[in-house]
């Protein structure tokens, strides 16, 4: 199941709501996709209100507005290496605030106080249920999928700064989307990046030091996962600039793709 977040457009006597909805069609043919509203949120039994639109006339929104967004870094060897990094002997985990959350239709607003941001294509899995301290062969009861994400980096502010947290929590710096796909085994999925069409990261999940599941383990021994919190995975080998004008798409296998544009922060 494909579950969006998603704004009625301008033209329909709904338009300006906002709702979860699924999607269905081909999203090699977005003009096959319908988007079926549901009442309320996702979590649990999801129940239809009955109401459809054509994809083009709604506008997706960020799949989820998490109450915290829990990062993990250097899970790739390959990209642990080229930024001159050791494979940490424990996850590495950071905070990114709800704040920098957009959705796929939104632009990166490049922070002013960075002349080297970069993007970093990732997994990223949504949290279905309150959870704490999960056993490892309960982590598939808690997640209630996987949607794309970018962990926007400002680079040369995380090397000059030391610790991350204006590096990686601009606004903008966490684009998710474009909807969480809940049924999906992420033990090997290829991740991309492109920046105006051309090839910049090319990567599997396979390839994570650390599963999702092991990560899952790792992050709620010391925090409660709420409904809606997102856990990014790491990113592969091949992580670069972006500037004002490109456009960054980052596609997970099975999920689909996340594509945003880089504009001047005004």
């Known amino acids: 199941m494909r579950i969006a977040r998603f704004s009625v457009r301008e033209g329909s006597p709904a338009a300006g709501s906002v709702s979860f909805g699924v999607v269905e069609g081909d999203p090699a043919r977005p003009e096959s996709l319908v988007v079926h509203a549901l009442a309320g949120h996702p979590f649990g039994q999801p129940q239809p209100t009955g109401e459809s639109y054509r994809f083009q006339d709604v506008r997706l929104l960020s799949p989820m507005l998490p109450n915290k ?22 996850p590495l985990t950071f905070f990114k605030p ?42 598939p009861e808690v997640i209630l999928g996987y949607t794309c994400a970018n962990d926007v980096t400002a680079r040369d502010v995380q090397q000059r700064e030391g610790q991350w947290a204006r590096a990686k929590g601009f606004d903008t710096a966490c684009p998710l989307g474009p909807w969480i796909e809940t049924d999906l085994d992420p033990s090997d999925l290829a991740v991309t990046c492109t920046v105006n069409g051309e090839l910049r990261q090319a990567g599997r999940t396979s390839q994570m030091v650390r599963s999702v599941a092991e990560l899952i383990v790792h992050v709620s021994e010391a925090m409660t996962l709420l409904p809606g919190d997102v856990v990014l995975t790491g990113t592969p ?30």
């Open 98 to 139: 709800s704040t920098s959350v957009i959705g796929p239709t939104e632009s990166i607003a490049y922070p002013p106080f960075s002349s080297d941001v970069q993007h970093e294509a990732e997994l990223a899995v949504v949290i279905g249920r309150m959870c704490r301290e999960v056993p490892l062969d309960r982590v």
């Open 69 to 90: 967004i829990v990062a993990v870094g250097r899970n790739y060897a390959a990209h642990a290496a080229e930024l001159g990094n050791e494979v940490p002997d424990v």
């Open 237 to 266: 080998a091949g992580v670069g600039p972006i500037n004002v004008g490109d456009e960054v798409a980052v596609t997970v296998e099975g999920i689909g793709t996340l594509a945003n544009t880089v504009v001047k922060r005004g």
